[in-house]
């Protein structure tokens, strides 16, 4: 079946610094990949839709200058989270889908910041 | 808005069968998706219902009543390792397949 993997698993690092997610589709070309926040026992919020070679589009409330996202070809995206503060600890998963398929997450990656 | 309503918790017993339930509003609908989650991993996707009726997968089933705004995931012969969260999710737009999820359901299977 479609495999998404997303790295790294797990991100400590300090305030004010700037941490890069991946997200990478290994077996097909996703036209569209998703990026979702999870609080801990809570739901997955969606934060934005990314698709290749076009700019994000972001949820409301989500800060697109602290949150890039880039979508450079059809098998990567990637979620930067800019000057990171203790509040930006979360759960980041991703997901994406092609034509055929429907949406295949990531593992996530569980950041930290001290 | 868009909300969708689960059961934070249900607990059944192994080898029984659990039903659990979903109810939406959405300002649009295009399918319903269910998702299991363990503690501390991704979700895995499970089954997806566009149209009314029962789709069977195995052990799991979901089940779609787009008049009722409603639907559940039908899980038989549990196993422990069915001990997870479930999320239902609405495909709200047609070219978009944005998915808005429920706040989940946690299933304890227990012995």
């Known amino acids: 079946g479609a495999v998404v993997s997303q790295h790294p698993s797990r991100v400590i690092c300090k305030s004010g610094t700037s941490v890069k997610i991946e997200c990478r589709s290994l077996d097909f070309q996703a036209t569209t990949m998703f990026w979702y926040r999870q609080f801990p026992k809570k739901s997955l919020m969606l934060m934005a839709t990314s698709n290749e070679g076009s700019k994000a589009t972001y949820e409301q409330g989500v800060e697109k200058d602290k949150f890039l996202i880039n979508h450079a070809s059809l098998t990567l995206s990637t979620l930067t989270v800019t000057s990171a503060h203790p509040e930006d600890s979360s759960f980041y998963i991703c997901?994406?889908?092609?034509?055929?398929?429907?949406?295949?997450f990531g593992d996530g990656t569980r950041l930290s910041i001290l | 808005g868009q909300s969708l309503e689960q059961p934070s918790e249900v607990t059944a017993v192994e080898g029984a069968i659990v039903q659990m339930n979903c109810t939406y509003q959405?300002?649009?609908?295009?399918?319903l998706s269910w998702y299991q989650q363990h503690d501390g991993g991704a979700p895995t996707f499970l089954s997806y219902n566009a149209l009314d009726g029962l789709e069977e997968t195995g052990r799991f089933s979901s089940f779609l009543s787009r008049s009722d705004s409603y639907g559940y995931l039908l899980l038989q012969e549990l196993q422990m390792k069915d001990s997870a969260s479930y999320f239902c999710a609405v495909r709200t737009g047609a070219g978009s397949y944005q998915l808005t999820f429920g706040k989940g359901t946690k299933l304890s299977v227990i012995p």
């Open positions: 959405t300002s649009g609908f295009y399918g």
């Open positions: 997901s994406a889908r092609t034509q055929s398929q429907p949406q295949h």
